[in-house]
């Protein structure tokens, strides 16, 4: 059972939009679902929840900070394995087990695939709200990188073949002579594809196009990445 305190009946939930943060809750308990998902809702956050690791699975990723609350214990898969199936396509979403019986082993397996916390049941409502906020702060601040990386990805695919060969070149250390040679065009021709890149990235200097470069895995050994 979840320990909350008793919503007064004059306090209405706050109003939410589509941005609002979810917080999902993956609990085969009817009692625990309706009693988080209350809680939830009157922190003022959207609550989704599902009886079963597969319910949660058919529904799409959140284009939102989110954050995930979840049984270890659930009727098909459990919540270990729950937490592996979505460790690549939903990596922005931390993860707040909670449990009636948890175990060391169990507690640190968990927490060494990423999870953020692992409650045990009871669980007073400050604690869990407090998990939550902290989960919810991580999830937008990995959407941000994520978003941030998505820009330099579309600046990227603007540029021709030769701009990002030059790219390539220039941000692992060449000189513009270098990069002629390398490429069999003159050092004023390097030049011109030198500032169209530096302009289409954005790049305030060539520091900044290295440390765009680096993000994108344009180097001798990775190029291609991006």
Avoid: W
């Avoid at 604690?127 to 941000?144: P, T």
């Avoid at 941000?171 to 030049?191: A, H, P, R």
């Amino acid at each position: 059972m979840i320990i909350m305190n008793a919503a007064d009946p004059n306090v209405r939930p706050l109003p939410m939009s589509p941005e609002t943060p979810i917080v999902f809750v993956v609990d085969d308990d009817v009692s625990v679902r309706e009693s988080l998902e209350a809680l939830i809702r009157y922190a003022g956050y959207q609550a989704e929840t599902f009886a079963s690791a597969r319910d949660f699975l058919a529904r799409p990723p959140a284009r939102v900070p989110s954050c995930l609350v979840l049984d270890v214990s659930l009727p098909d898969l459990n919540g270990l394995e729950l937490q592996e199936r979505i460790a690549a396509d939903r990596s922005e979403m931390p993860i707040i087990f909670i449990t009636g019986h948890g175990d060391v082993p169990m507690t640190v397996k968990a927490m060494k695939a990423g999870a953020i916390e692992f409650l045990t049941k009871p669980i007073g409502h400050d604690v869990l709200m407090n998990a939550i906020g902290n989960a919810l702060v991580r999830s937008e601040a990995s959407l941000g990188r994520g978003a941030e990386l998505q820009t330099l990805r579309n600046r990227y695919g603007s540029l021709s073949g030769r701009e990002r060969e030059v790219m390539l070149l220039v941000t692992s250390g060449m000189m513009n002579k270098q990069v002629g040679g390398k490429l069999g065009i003159s050092e004023i021709t390097v030049k011109a594809h030198r500032g169209r890149v530096m302009r289409k990235m954005k790049a305030r200097s060539l520091a900044d196009l290295v440390k765009m470069a680096g993000s994108l895995g344009i180097t001798p050994a990775g190029e291609g990445r991006a």
